[in-house]
């Protein structure tokens, strides 16, 4: 008899501790189904290439691509991102397949291998059976800051050398040498 209520004893503490685990599941999901409708906080922020570099980009049909989709990634919610990872990894891919030879550097080349590394995490977290919303937003966070990173980068490529700054110089002095100021006498007070 005490063997029986023993048993008995096991299989209801069991059977309690199985329930409180799905209760627990079933709020834990929630918490998620909220957190993956809440819109992507990605930093505002942009840099601005030089002429010449978008002149060159203005024509690369993949940057155009992937500056669309940086640029709707400050707006998304984190469903959308998980829904947009694939395309976002296949646009970086694209990218730095189709590089034009004016902007052929190993820092680019780098930052474009920056870029597909992130897309890919991003896209391997998007696919997780139990997605982590904190994990899927730090990263997609990160995709905006990289690609200004990749800007900048392309923007160093048409900065001026030291030398072309002193070479502008010595044109300038020498235009003010050939043509010099005049300079007007003072208004006399009465």
Not at 62 to 88: F, G, R, W
Request: charged share 30%; aromatic share 6%.
């Amino acid at each position: 008899m005490k063997t029986s209520f023993w048993i008995l004893f096991i299989f209801l503490m069991v059977g309690c501790n199985q329930k409180n685990t799905v209760n627990s599941n079933e709020s834990n999901r929630k918490e998620i189904q909220l957190a993956l409708t809440q819109k992507l906080e990605a930093s505002k922020t942009e840099v601005v290439l030089l002429p010449e570099a978008q002149e060159i980009t203005n024509e690369w049909l993949a940057y155009i691509t992937a500056q669309s989709e940086i640029e709707n990634l400050k707006n998304y919610t984190l469903n959308d991102v998980i829904a947009n990872a694939t395309p976002i990894t296949e646009i970086m891919k694209s990218m730095q397949e189709t590089v034009p030879t004016r902007l052929k550097s190993n820092a680019v080349k780098a930052r474009l291998g920056v870029l597909v590394t992130k897309s890919k995490i991003l896209q391997q977290l998007a696919e997780k059976r139990e997605v982590n919303p904190e994990k899927i937003s730090k990263t997609a966070k990160e995709l905006p800051l990289e690609w200004n990173n990749f800007k900048i980068q392309i923007n160093e490529l048409f900065l001026k050398t030291l030398e072309e700054f002193e070479e502008e110089l010595d044109e300038i002095e020498n235009e003010e040498e050939q043509f010099p100021k005049k300079v007007l006498p003072a208004s006399r007070k009465r």
